[in-house]
C-alpha cells in the first residue's frame, strides 16, 4: 500500500496535537470516537486536472481514518503540494447520497454537458483542508466549500467533488494568509464506490478493533470510459 505521508506530524499541529498531559481528550475533541492515533483505511484512485492539458491525471489517494476528529482524510499529492482533505461523519454520508443521486442520474440518461449547472446539483458541505509543499514545511489551514456534481470530461461523465478555493487560517499576528487552490476530483462510478466503502463509519471503526469490519477495499481501475458505460 502507497503511502504519501502517514503518520503526519505537521497535520498534528493543527488537529491532533495535545497542549498538556492532563488535558481532557473528550473537550478537546468533542467528536472524538476513540482516544487513539490515526490509521490507515485504504488507498482509492481518482482523476484529477492536468496541468497544461486538457487530458486527466490518475491519481493515488490514501485515506486516514482520525478517530479523535471522527473524520477521514484524503491524502494525495497534486501539483507539487501534499494535501489532506478532512470529511466528517455527516459530509461522508452527504458524498455517498450524492453519488446513490448520480448513478440514478446516469442509468436514466440525464446527464447534461453543462458543468456550470451540474457541479453542485447534488449539494455542498464545508471540509477542511492542510498543505505544504514538503514534509517538514509549513503547515497552513484552510475551510473550503465542497461541491459535488459531476462533470463530462475526455467525452465522459465523471461523478465529482470540487472543492473551492478558501483564505488560509490560523495566521500569527500580522501575517499576510494565501487561498488554497481550487481542486476538483472526478471518479468513475467504481472508483466513488471504492471511496464510500473507506468512507463508511462501522467500517472505519472496525479498524480500531472495537468493531467487526470489513478489510479496506482494492482500488477498482478502469481502463476505458464511454459516454454512458462506466
Keep these: 500500500m502507497k503511502r504519501f505521508f502517514f503518520p503526519i506530524a505537521a497535520g498534528a499541529v493543527i488537529f491532533l496535537s495535545?497542549?498538556?498531559?492532563?488535558?481532557?481528550p473528550a473537550k478537546k475533541y468533542p467528536n472524538m470516537v476513540a482516544n487513539v492515533d490515526p490509521v490507515s483505511a485504504?488507498?482509492?484512485e481518482a482523476e484529477f486536472d492536468r496541468m497544461f492539458s486538457s487530458k486527466?491525471?490518475?491519481?493515488?489517494?490514501?485515506?486516514?481514518?482520525?478517530?479523535?476528529l471522527n473524520a477521514a482524510a484524503l491524502e494525495f499529492r497534486h501539483e507539487f503540494l501534499n494535501y489532506r482533505q478532512f470529511w466528517d461523519e455527516a459530509s461522508r454520508k452527504m458524498f455517498a447520497d450524492a453519488l446513490e443521486r448520480y448513478k440514478t442520474d446516469y442509468?436514466?440518461?440525464?446527464?447534461?454537458?453543462?458543468?456550470?449547472?451540474t457541479r453542485k446539483i447534488y449539494g455542498k458541505t464545508k471540509g477542511r483542508l492542510e498543505w505544504e509543499a514538503f514534509k517538514l514545511a509549513k503547515t497552513r489551514v484552510s475551510s473550503p466549500t465542497?461541491?459535488?456534481g459531476y462533470r463530462f470530461?475526455?467525452?465522459?461523465?465523471?461523478?465529482?467533488?470540487?472543492?473551492?478555493?478558501?483564505?488560509?487560517?490560523?495566521?500569527?499576528?500580522?501575517?499576510?494568509?494565501?487561498?488554497?487552490?481550487?481542486?476538483?476530483m472526478y471518479f468513475t462510478r467504481s472508483q466513488a464506490d471504492d471511496l464510500v466503502?473507506?468512507?463508511?463509519?462501522?467500517?472505519?471503526?472496525?479498524?480500531?478493533?472495537?468493531?467487526?469490519?470489513?478489510?479496506?477495499m482494492e482500488p477498482?481501475?478502469?481502463?476505458?470510459?464511454?459516454?454512458?458505460?462506466?
Design 18 to 24: 495535545l497542549s498538556c498531559a492532563t488535558a481532557d
Design 42 to 44: 485504504g488507498v482509492i
Design 56 to 68: 486527466l491525471n490518475k491519481v493515488e489517494i490514501e485515506v486516514v481514518f482520525y478517530p479523535r
Design 107 to 117: 442509468e436514466a440518461r440525464n446527464l447534461v454537458n453543462k458543468y456550470n449547472r
Design 146 to 148: 465542497i461541491e459535488l
Design 153 to 184: 470530461r475526455e467525452n465522459s461523465p465523471f461523478f465529482s467533488a470540487n472543492m473551492r478555493s478558501a483564505l488560509e487560517e490560523e495566521l500569527g499576528s500580522g501575517e499576510k494568509g494565501t487561498e488554497s487552490q481550487r481542486i476538483a
Design 197 to 216: 466503502r473507506l468512507f463508511d463509519q462501522q467500517y472505519l471503526m472496525g479498524l480500531l478493533g472495537g468493531q467487526d469490519g470489513e478489510k479496506p
Design 220 to 230: 477498482l481501475v478502469m481502463d476505458e470510459y464511454s459516454e454512458f458505460d462506466d
